[in-house]
């Protein structure tokens, strides 16, 4: 096979193919060989024969699939290299969430990088994104556009406990996503000294729990259905799923203000299209800054761009005197993880 | 200034009326005048001129960013203030920024008095020295778009209720009266709410009052109109004004309370304070010779007239100096339907048919040709009702809307109270269009397709000829925008093409000829009625068909 990546990189309906380790990277339905960079639903899907990842997102998959979410799970070290098919493969860490991965591929001498979703803000829950240089660089665009700037977390927490002072009466619910911005977010609050119990939605805490089990230090959580008096919940920090903020669930507790950690809350209309009273911008992606920084970092020869804002970062690339192309994989949805 | 940033920042996300009243009331409580009046303005929408137009806010992101990545920028977030507050960054060459943030009234009293060099050197200033979120409450300031959920209506509300709380006196009522005849940064107005001092005077200003709304009529509660205790009227299709008129001056008011009287020199000039004298209220339309038999009759006083069709009243508003040919081509005129008070006498508190006596017998002994009288239409059941509406619906020229539903003991009331006043619109035309073209909406909607161009055939062509953005459900528009991102064929800046495969069955009041649209015609209040799937898109309407269904 001729050594251009491109000869031996496709897409098709099922995703992102590559044919020297013969696998699919993050594949929207089920095949006989699957990559996965992490454990957002939208990038793990149950169902394949063989699963190659880290062992968190393994782990990860099984809690949320079961046991017997794929065939045959084959667990990678970072940097750990090994012989796949025709390439070397390997998966170094991502910076996104837990577990989270970039996989390289390198074949006769070119070297290919799947960034997966990543991010290049601090964040305590995961390893740091590395960045390895290539020819080849295929990088995600959730946040590819200018507008988007995701301030220090720091400052987002302390919105939330600034308006937990002025309003000492309302039970704040601030909805997460339950794998990564979860467990962010509570590292963010025990890091500013906010000490109490935080409560949570039922759906939160396998996850939770196993970020403990990771020895990430989470303080004390406890689940809203253990809570007998509801109006007890004024004043504290209540964290949901995103789609339980405005449900029926969330009726229940006492004088409430919505919040949300997101990355789309910079942009008023999807604060307000989630019905958000207090947008905190929070994000596991890469923002625009970081994302043409990364690709200045890693300087390959090409820059490929998936899911997400492609057209702005790839003219960006192009601005910057890359070669740049979009890949237009669907299916990848946006509001999961961001 | 950067507390009127953090208010309209926490009243756009804050959505209780509770919440939104409470930070109102907290703001006006710590922040001083003439600020405070100033924010008022700016929420209540009356300021009365633009600190900046849109075009140097174009011009100065255009300096800074490049022109691909705004435009991916705007499309997205799908509001230029936001685009441009987020977009922002300063030059090399710009003024120095400021030492710190001045105050609301400051930067308003800057940019009203600058000349248009001035102005910009200070908005790259302003610019330069503000967060995100304070650059985009300057630009809607700026520009006099800022809409944050809180109503005029309403924020009179917390006024009063702010009020309440220092002097008994204070009450919505009062401050509805006042209102017009007031001006930012309204000092008297907050030192009379907060006991200071006496209710401002305004009764030698041409004041306008707040107006009486209707509800549509929900056909399923037509039973519950009992005939006798209604009175019928058309609704006519030209636009809501008010007449205000005394020893003191005269206006003529839209329905918003803006003073449109430079556009109607032919009413305004020949009205005389000694033959009308009062609040009218009534409608603004055009005058036209009569020509063609199959018209209502009675609507004017003159049978050899009748109502001009909007789009040419449109002309006419469109013009802040009417030339004398556009006015004897279309001259204007009103029809009364109401009166608030005459000669003084305020006739509100009296029920309608009372108020109509006055209106009835001032009007037939006064003088202008122009000015006409709404009479009752006779219906003694539903069914006579519902074929009056029949005969607006089957009416050739668009000139009549509807029906007007009144209760006979109805005071007039600002508002819209319940039970009072129903409008019961004609039925809609329908037509077949395709969908040719689709861009993001704006607000809630960013995140979809949301409005539509759509086009009738011309041979094998289609040609647009209106947009809707309503009309379907949040559930159709789920599918929609699935359909247009899997349909798409073209890109064209923010707008997306889209195969000529999908038909809308599209509901409109009317259509007009227009060189807006290709096709040359333009429909009044389009809407969705009803996507079809099912229907093949060459089977949709030809221009022609359109055509036919012409207002003159
Ligand atoms: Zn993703
Ligand atoms: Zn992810």
């Known amino acids: ?338 | 200034m950067r507390a009127f940033a953090t208010l309209v920042d926490k009243l756009y996300f804050t959505s209780g009326n509770l919440a939104k009243a409470a930070l109102i009331k907290d703001y006006l409580k710590t922040t001083p005048d003439p600020d405070r009046g100033w924010a008022i303005a700016a929420i209540a929408g009356t300021l009365n001129f633009d600190f900046f137009k849109r075009k140097l806010i174009k011009d100065l992101i255009s300096e800074r960013v490049d022109p691909v990545l705004f435009d991916l920028s705007y499309d997205y977030v799908g509001e230029m203030s936001e685009t441009v507050a987020h977009l922002w960054h300063s030059l090399p060459d710009d003024p120095k920024p400021l030492q710190q943030l001045p105050s609301l009234s400051e930067v308003v009293a800057k940019f009203a008095q600058g000349n248009k060099a001035q102005n910009r050197n200070y908005l790259i200033q302003l610019l330069n020295s503000m967060q995100a979120t304070q650059r985009w409450a300057l630009l809607k300031l700026g520009t006099r778009g800022l809409r944050i959920g809180v109503s005029a209506r309403f924020l009179k509300k917390i006024l009063a209720e702010y009020g309440q709380q220092h002097s008994q006196e204070v009450s919505i009522e009062k401050i509805e009266r006042l209102w017009h005849g007031l001006a930012p940064p309204y000092t008297e107005l907050l030192s009379w709410l907060e006991g200071k001092s006496a209710i401002p005077d305004v009764s030698e200003k041409v004041v306008f009052q707040p107006v009486m709304l209707s509800h549509p009529l929900d056909e399923k509660s037509l039973p519950d109109i009992v005939p006798q205790d209604y009175i019928a009227e058309w609704k006519f299709d030209g636009i809501r004004v008010q007449l205000v008129i005394s020893e003191h001056g005269k206006a003529i008011f839209s329905r918003t309370g803006d003073d449109i009287s430079h556009s109607f020199p032919d009413i305004m000039q020949n009205l005389d304070h000694q033959n009308i004298s009062g609040v009218f209220d009534g409608e603004l339309i055009v005058i036209q010779p009569k020509e063609q038999q199959n018209q209502i009759t009675g609507v004017l006083a003159k049978e050899t007239h009748h109502i001009g069709s909007f789009n040419q009243l449109q002309q006419r508003l469109n013009k802040k100096k009417p030339s004398n040919k556009l006015i004897q081509q279309y001259p204007a005129g009103l029809i009364l339907y109401d009166c608030l008070s005459l000669h003084k006498k305020d006739l509100r508190q009296l029920v309608l048919t009372k108020r109509k006596q006055f209106l009835k017998s001032w009007f037939d002994n006064q003088p202008y040709d122009f000015i006409h009288f709404s009479e009752e239409l006779e219906f003694a059941s539903i069914e006579q009702l519902t074929s009056l509406r029949e005969q607006a619906t089957t009416l050739e020229q668009g000139y009549i809307e509807g029906l007007m539903l009144k209760a006979k003991d109805s005071q007039y009331v600002a508002g819209r109270p319940k039970g009072a006043w129903y409008k019961w619109k004609r039925e809609p035309r329908l037509i077949d269009a395709v969908i040719m073209y689709a861009q993001r909406g704006h607000g809630k909607r960013s995140s979809f397709y949301s409005d539509y161009t759509f086009g009738c055939w011309q041979q094998d062509k289609l040609l647009p000829i209106g947009k809707a953005y309503s009309g379907f459900t949040d559930d159709e528009l789920k599918q929609l925008d699935r359909w247009v991102r899997n349909n798409t064929i073209g890109r064209f800046g923010p707008v997306k093409e889209v195969n000529k495969a999908l038909v809308f069955e599209v509901a409109f009041d009317s259509v007009h000829e227009s060189n807006r649209h290709k096709s040359g015609l333009a429909l009044r209040f389009p809407r969705i009625h009803r996507i079809r799937w099912d229907k093949p898109a060459e089977e949709a309407d030809s221009l022609e068909t359109l055509k036919s269904m012409l207002s003159q």
């Open chain 1, 1 to 338: 096979m001729h050594p251009h990546p491109e000869h031996w990189i496709t897409t098709d309906q099922n995703g992102l193919y590559c044919a020297v380790i013969d696998a699919y990277i993050d594949p929207l339905v089920p095949v006989h060989r699957a990559v996965v960079t992490h454990g957002h639903a939208d990038h793990a899907r149950p169902g394949h024969d063989e699963v190659f990842a880290t062992q968190q997102t393994l782990d990860i998959m099984r809690i949320r699939y079961g046991e017997d979410f794929c065939k045959q799970a084959q667990a990678l070290e970072y940097n750990q290299k090994i012989q796949l098919h025709q390439a070397e493969f390997s998966l170094v860490p991502a910076g996104h969430i837990l577990g989270s991965s970039q996989a390289i591929i390198e074949y006769k001498g070119r070297k290919l990088v799947v960034s997966g979703d990543y991010k290049r803000h601090a964040d305590p829950s995961c390893k740091p994104f590395e960045v390895v240089p290539c020819d080849v660089f295929i990088t995600e665009a959730t946040f590819g556009l200018p507008v988007f700037t995701h301030p220090p977390i720091k400052d987002e927490i302390q919105k939330l406990l600034n308006s937990l002072a002025l309003f000492p009466d309302s039970c704040h619910l601030v909805g997460v996503y339950a794998l990564g911005k979860c467990q962010r977010l509570i590292m963010g609050l025990r890091a500013l000294g906010y000490n109490k119990a935080i409560y949570m939605h039922g759906a939160l805490l396998k996850l939770c729990d196993y970020y403990v089990s990771q020895g990430i230090d989470l303080g004390p959580y406890i689940p809203v259905a253990e809570v007998e008096d509801m109006a007890s919940l004024q004043g504290e920090i209540v964290l949901a799923p995103p789609s339980a903020t405005n449900d029926r669930w969330s009726r229940k507790l006492p004088n409430v203000i919505t919040a949300m950690a997101s990355g789309w809350m910079q942009i008023r209309a999807r604060s307000k299209q989630r019905r958000a009273e207090l947008p905190l911008i929070i994000s596991d992606h890469a923002d625009w800054d970081s994302l043409i920084t990364t690709i200045k970092q890693v300087n390959p020869a090409e820059v490929w761009v998936t899911h997400g804002r492609e057209e702005a970062l790839v003219h960006q690339a192009q601005a910057m005197g890359y070669k740049a192309k979009a890949l237009s994989l669907v299916g990848y949805e946006e509001d999961e993880s961001s």
